[in-house]
Each structure stands twice: as structure tokens, then as C-alpha cells.
């Protein structure tokens, strides 16, 4: 998709509120409301079977919200988004076998090392535009994964983490309890789509739309277009990064897979199933997707097939994603009604 | 008539979508429910490039459930096999291991996954206690590493370590025999590539240390032009070569050298020609190529394996694979296990698994054993020979000797600090 492609399909500029603060304390509220019905679920439901699929829900979902904060935001369509996803699963998976530090520790050190290796591979790719983006962070991904698969000696090679991952408990969070691991993978996914979502509605989200639209004009008017293409790329490749933790937490390892194209295509995937032009898109395309591989993996083994119907479905039939066609229709009744 | 319905959701649709919604969560409960019958979950890769594999695998664990549950099932409970495709990725074989155990009831696991997926299903096993059996993994380390073990999870498979040595002592015998001192290798970049090779050059420079390698070659899993390596290794002029290229990349391989009349300038040990999926698909199978078995029916060379491997040919029309066998072990010995035990209770069974022998069509004495210390399968037949065009392929297999592959495996754990 090229910036004018992006610009066509995007919604008009909205001016950014002069007051934000009410909107704020709107998602404030949303998120703890998510965040209260999230935690109840439990209490209402017995299956384990839901709460695992929550737990995966939160992995993928932040990787694909993230995903969408290059692609739909600043229109930056990125191949290579699933390296962080990996990393952040190995890196978190090494510290915790390795090191033995507690958690929180573990997990701030992982985002740190994540942002090291972003800022490098940013730097980069974000001077490249469209088709040499998308292909340079490609590249990058599969040199990631080389890596994982040649560095035997610490990664465990295609095998992968070997051995499971210790889960030591900390300010009397267990994570090897299902249930805790439940909680604080709920928390993550809220706490990272709030905080998404402020970066969205800020004047550098707003920026980021005017590099998506017409880039050439936001460097006309002062902005550093490059700064701000790689404080993004670097931020999503954080949240990235976390639910590449939440993977390996629920899955106690980290596997080459998980650096692998195949998981940057899912997240391609994600987004065009929910949509790009709506902030909860990708989180209900996750869900759409989890759903349809877990119902349909159930029935076939042809799943490969189904998936590519439904695509053709989205892309051909609909032209969009899912949250982008019903938020259009919901513009369209209310513009009926007052009509 | 004018019409009634208003836009949105109907009555009819959210009656609908509740009665879904109950029914899925229900399903724990129903499946308890039902519990005359024993549930035995298989997670396991039934699409992509090893799908014929995962296959095979489905194909021989229902042949041997027919059986038992003809015979009246496991401790009077007819066996019920719920089998998953994972895709071949460790998320979703652990995902759906899970659901296996938690939703849909499964009191057993086989472990119908490869590689990593095989190390991710260990994880849920340990995570929820049940009773595992890995059937398909290869990689040593899954059992020989103390870091791996619990108590109910068990291996019923060959391992990389045993085909190693056997081959080597195999190999080291020809080069003796024949001068060969210059040996070249090629075998895919990764860790089984790696490992497999490494262990065969080193217990073949200890039987036969003349030996030198003046070439190496490390072509990329399912790379599908080997132009460049077969010239690469005309080049070195080698008088053998070594290779543990596997399925397809092993017969496109054959096919490619064929063209440079390879074959008939070195001799090539392929561990993994013996395999009825690369000897059946090959165009032009060269005579003389040697191999490990992998699985053939005429080895061992018993009645009870050419019935098997019969009868499995007779339902699905094809010969079975090597994972077919392992399989098919993994369930006989589910099966003598709750005999022994007069119980299906997993953590019952798994005691009576450890150490455990039972008569088995491919067993090399006719009976093969769950080892006590490390939970693995040992005492299969295992063996190396060469083919012919036709069948049955490799007609004389040379047996390895347990009793070597015993001493050298302990000495090589040692090394790995496993023991």
C-alpha cells in the first residue's frame, strides 16, 4: 500500500481535541471496566479452555495492535514485526533460565534489550519507503531467526528453550498458577492497549497519521518525519515484545517459530480480518482468527483452506476489515436516522 | 404487507447464540460425563511439508486401538482417540495438548509431534501432571537430559545417539574393508542435521581412525536445489559420503546426483534411505546405497513385523513410515501397562511404564523396553544395510549390537554432563 493508497482508505483528520482529559478518563474507565469484566470471567465460567484462549487472545492482540500502530497509523506495512514477538519470548525465556532474576526484572530488562535491537534495525529500515520497508524488515526477521536457529549453544537451536521456564513467585503473584498467569496476562493486555491507545490519540499519534498521509507536507512543516517513524517503530516493537512474553509464559518456552514470517503474516492476517481504521480492530481480528483456527483446526484438517475463503471473503467481499465495515454501517444508520 | 422485523439481532439468533455458548462450556462437564470410555489425546502435524508423517502416525495408533478395543479396550473401557493437527507449531501443539486434557476430557497423551513441538507438549505434561508418551521426536536430549525428566512423561522412540553409533561401527567396517579415508558429509543446517552428523563423525573416527572429512556441506532444511552441494562434493573427490537428509530433501537429493552419476563414484551412507516414503518415491533408487533402517517390514526379519507391516499396507493402501512403528509400540505399551496395573489411572500406569518390557514386532529380540532411568524406548531393531531398486529394498540388514550402543551411549551422556 503506498502513503496516497493509505490516505485514500483512511478516515478524514479528526482536529485533535483542545481538552483531552475527558477522553482520557473515558479510556480510563473502558480499560478498568474490560479489566473488571476480564477478571470475573473466571469466577462466572470454569473452563480452562477459555481462560487459555484469553491468555493467547492477550499475546497475539498485543502484538497486533501494535503491528497496526506502523501499518494503519503511520502506514509503515511491516513484514517483520514478529521478530520483536520473538525476541521478546527468548529474551524473557533466557533471562528467567539463565539469570534467575525475579520477574519484574526480567521483564523490564527484556523490553530494554528489545529497544536496543529495535532502535538499531529501525534506524535502518524507517529511511525506506512502502515495498523496501516491508522487505528490509523482512529481511531482518529472517536474519533474527537464523540466529535463533544457528546460536545453539544458547538458544537450544530449532529445538528451542529447553527445560520450561521458572516461574519464581514475586509480590505473591505465582505465574505457575493458571490462574494468577491469567490475571497478570489481562492486566498486560489492558495496561498495554490503554497505553497504545493514549499514544494513538496524542499530537504524536496524530502526527504519525499526517506522515501516513502525506509525508512529504509533515517534513514541510517542521516535523522530523524520521525521529518520528522510529519512535513509533521502537514503541510497538515493546508491546511487540510483551506479548512475545505472555507467549512464552503460557507456553513455559520459546520456540524459533515464534521469529518466524509466519507470525508477522498472522498479524497481517489479524489486521485485515478486524481492520486497520478503527483502534480495536486488531484486537477483534485476534479474536476472529483464535476462534476460526481453534473451531476450525477441530472439524479439518484442510484449516488451510477455510482461512484462505475467509480472507478472500474479507479482501474481495468486504474490501475491509470486520470493525471498519461495522463502524461504516453504524455511521450510516445514525446518518439515516437524522436524515 | 409491510414488514415487521426490526434491524438487529433476533430473538431466534440470541436463543441460538446462548444455546452455543452453554454447549461450549458444558463440554467439560459432558465429557466427564461419558467417562466409560478412556480418551487418549493426540496432538499432532496432519498439514504441510511432514503431513504424510503425522499421518502415518494417526494411521498406525488407530490400527492398534482397533485392536485393543476389540479385545475388550483398556481395563474394560473402549479407547476413544481424539487427534489434533498443531500445523507443526509449538504453540498450537501446546495449546491444543492443553484443550486435549482440559476440555475435551483426554486422560492420555501420545506426543504425535516433532522437534519443538515435542519439547512444548513435555512442558504441559509437567505443567498438568498427565500421563505423556512422545512418539515421533527424535532429538536425544528429550530424555537423556536430567533437566527434561518427570516421572510421567515417557519417549517410545529411536533416538539420534543409537543410530549414530550403530552406523558408525557399520561404516567404520566398509571403510576398513574398502580404504576409505576420505569422507565427505552433507546433512541439513539444523540441530538434527548438526547433532546426527557430528555423533556419526566421531564414533566413526574412534573404529576407524584412518578416517579424514575434506568436505562439509550444510544445505538448508527443505531447500529444494542441491546443484551447488553435489558439485561441491564431485569436486572433493571423496571416496564416501555421509548424509541424514531426510523425506523429500533426501529424495530430491538422490534425484539431483543422480544426474551427476554421484552414486557410482563414492559410497554414500544415507541413514534415512530405509524408509518406504524416500525408497518408493525416488525415481532412479540407486543400488548400494547404504542406510539405517527406519522402517521396513522385512526387518526384523520376523513373521509378526511382515504381518504388521502387511495388515497396515492391506487398510490404508500404503506402507507405513518410521513413525508408524514407534506409534503403534506406544500404544502396545499403554496397553500391557493398564494390564499390569489393572488401572487407567495415569500416574498407576506411568509406575508400571518405568522399566517396563513387552513382546513387540519391532523389538530386536522380539521384545522392546521402557528404560527405567531415562524413560526411553531401547532394544528395538536397529540396523544398517544397502538397497536395491526393488523390493523389499534392503534386503540384508546388518543388526546393531545393543550391548555397544549401551556402553557408548553412557559414555557419550557423560560428555553431555547428563550423568
Avoid at chain 2, 6 to 15: A, F, H, M, V, Y
Avoid at chain 2, 58 to 73: D, H, P, S, Y
Avoid at chain 2, 301 to 313: R, V
Wanted: net charge positive; charged share 15%; proline share 4%.
Amino acid at each position: 500500500m503506498t502513503e496516497l493508497q493509505a490516505g485514500q482508505g483512511a478516515q478524514p483528520l479528526e482536529v485533535p481535541r483542545i481538552d483531552a482529559r475527558p477522553q482520557r478518563y473515558r479510556d480510563l474507565l473502558v480499560a478498568l471496566a474490560a479489566f473488571a469484566v476480564l477478571a470475573l470471567l473466571p469466577m462466572v465460567f470454569g473452563s480452562k479452555q477459555l481462560l487459555d484462549f484469553v491468555i493467547r487472545c492477550a499475546a497475539y492482540g498485543l502484538f497486533a495492535t501494535s503491528l497496526n500502530l506502523l501499518v494503519g497509523y503511520t502506514g509503515l506495512i511491516s513484514f517483520g514485526h514478529g521478530m520483536f514477538f520473538g525476541l521478546g519470548a527468548y529474551g524473557f525465556g533466557l533471562m528467567m533460565q539463565k539469570t534467575g532474576v525475579p520477574i519484574p526484572v526480567a521483564f523490564v530488562a527484556t523490553l530494554a534489550m528489545t529497544c536496543v535491537v529495535a532502535v538499531v534495525i529501525g534506524a535502518i529500515c524507517v529511511r525506506l519507503k512502502e515495498i523496501y520497508f516491508a522487505f528490509v524488515t523482512l529481511a531482518f526477521q529472517m536474519l533474527i531467526h537464523s540466529t535463533i536457529l544457528s546460536w545453539q549453544s544458547l538458544t537450544g537451536g530449532d529445538q528451542g528453550l529447553r527445560g520450561g521456564i521458572p516461574r519464581p513467585p514475586f509480590l505473591g503473584i505465582d505465574l505457575s498458577n493458571h490462574l494468577h498467569l491469567y490475571i497478570t496476562s489481562c492486566a498486560l493486555l489492558v495496561v498495554g492497549l490503554l497505553l497504545m491507545r493514549q499514544i494513538a490519540q496524542s499530537p504524536f499519534g496524530y502526527t504519525l497519521r499526517m506522515i501516513r498521509d502525506n509525508a512529504t507536507r509533515a517534513s514541510f512543516i517542521g516535523i522530523d518525519v524520521w525521529r518520528a517513524k522510529l519512535v513509533i517503530f521502537v514503541l510497538a516493537a515493546l508491546f511487540a515484545a510483551t506479548g512475545g512474553i505472555i507467549m512464552a509464559l503460557f507456553v513455559s518456552g520459546a520456540y524459533p517459530e515464534f521469529a518466524y514470517w509466519t507470525i508477522s503474516g498472522e498479524g497481517i492476517f489479524i489486521n485485515m480480518l478486524g481492520g486497520v481504521t478503527t483502534f480495536l480492530g486488531p484486537m477483534v481480528g485476534t479474536v476472529l482468527l483464535l476462534i476460526l483456527n481453534d473451531t476450525v483446526t477441530r472439524i479439518t484438517e484442510y484449516h488451510g483452506i477455510v482461512l484462505g475463503i475467509v480472507i478472500l471473503f474479507f479482501a474481495v467481499g468486504l474490501r475491509k476489515g470486520l470493525m471498519d465495515f461495522v463502524v461504516e454501517w453504524f455511521a450510516q444508520r445514525r446518518g439515516e436516522g437524522r436524515g | 404487507m409491510t414488514r415487521t422485523r426490526k434491524p438487529g439481532i433476533s430473538r431466534r439468533s440470541t436463543l441460538a447464540l446462548i444455546g452455543v455458548g452453554a454447549a461450549t462450556f458444558a463440554a467439560p462437564w459432558v465429557a466427564r460425563a461419558q467417562a466409560k470410555t478412556i480418551k487418549i489425546g493426540m496432538p499432532t502435524i496432519l498439514s504441510g511439508r511432514v503431513a504424510q508423517l503425522g499421518t502415518s502416525s494417526r494411521n498406525a495408533v488407530l490400527l492398534e486401538v482397533e485392536k485393543i478395543n476389540a479385545a475388550g479396550g483398556l481395563a474394560g473401557r473402549q479407547i476413544e482417540m481424539v487427534i489434533r493437527d498443531s500445523k507443526g507449531q509449538p504453540q498450537e501443539a501446546a495449546r491444543i495438548a492443553r484443550e486435549l486434557v482440559n476440555t475435551d476430557g483426554c486422560e492420555m497423551l501420545l506426543d504425535g509431534e516433532a522437534s519443538s513441538g515435542s519439547f512444548a507438549v513435555h512442558e504441559v505434561a509437567r505443567d498438568l501432571g498427565v500421563l505423556c508418551i512422545h512418539t515421533c521426536s527424535e532429538a536425544s536430549s528429550l530424555t537423556a537430559d536430567p533437566k527434561q525428566h518427570i516421572p510421567n512423561a515417557f519417549r517410545c522412540v529411536r533416538q539420534g545417539i543409537h543410530d549414530s553409533i550403530v552406523g558408525a561401527g557399520y561404516a567404520a567396517g566398509i571403510a576398513k574393508a574398502k580404504g576409505l579415508k576420505k569422507w565427505a558429509t552433507c546433512s541439513p543446517d539444523y540441530a538434527y542435521g548438526r547433532d546426527t552428523t557430528g555423533e556419526f563423525v566421531l564414533y566413526l573416527k574412534k573404529f576407524a581412525p584412518d578416517v579424514e572429512i575434506i568436505s562439509e556441506s550444510w544445505p538448508k532444511l527443505f531447500q529444494p536445489d542441491y546443484t551447488e552441494v553435489v558439485t561441491k562434493i564431485l569436486q572433493a573427490k571423496p571416496q564416501a559420503l555421509y548424509s541424514c537428509l531426510w523425506g523429500g530433501d533426501l529424495t530430491s537429493y538422490i534425484d539431483q546426483a543422480n544426474i551427476y552419476a554421484m552414486f557410482a563414484q563414492m559410497e554414500v551412507f544415507a541413514v534415512n534411505m530405509a524408509d518406504y516414503t524416500a525408497l518408493t518415491v525416488v525415481k532412479n533408487l540407486p543400488k548400494g546405497i547404504h542406510s539405517g533402517d527406519r522402517y521396513i517390514k522385512t526387518f526384523p526379519p520376523t513373521p509378526e513385523n511382515a504381518a504388521w507391516g502387511d495388515a497396515y499396507k492391506a487398510k490404508y493402501n500404503e506402507y507405513p513410515t518410521n513413525w508408524s512403528w514407534q506409534n503403534a509400540t506406544a500404544v502396545m505399551f499403554l496397553s500391557e501397562a493398564v494390564k499390569k496395573a489393572n488401572s487407567t489411572d495415569g500416574k498407576k500406569v506411568a509406575e508400571v511404564l518405568t522399566g517396563l518390557t513387552i513382546k513387540c514386532p519391532f523389538g530386536a529380540d522380539g521384545t522392546v523396553t521402557m528404560r527405567a532411568d531415562d524413560h526411553t524406548l531401547v532394544g528395538y531393531a536397529i540396523g544398517w544395510g544397502t538397497t536395491i531398486p526393488q523390493e523389499p529394498y534392503v534386503p540384508d540388514v546388518k543388526a546393531g549390537d545393543w550391548k555397544a550402543i549401551f556402553e557408548l551411549e553412557a559414555e557419550w551422556k557423560k560428555s553431555k554432563g547428563y550423568t
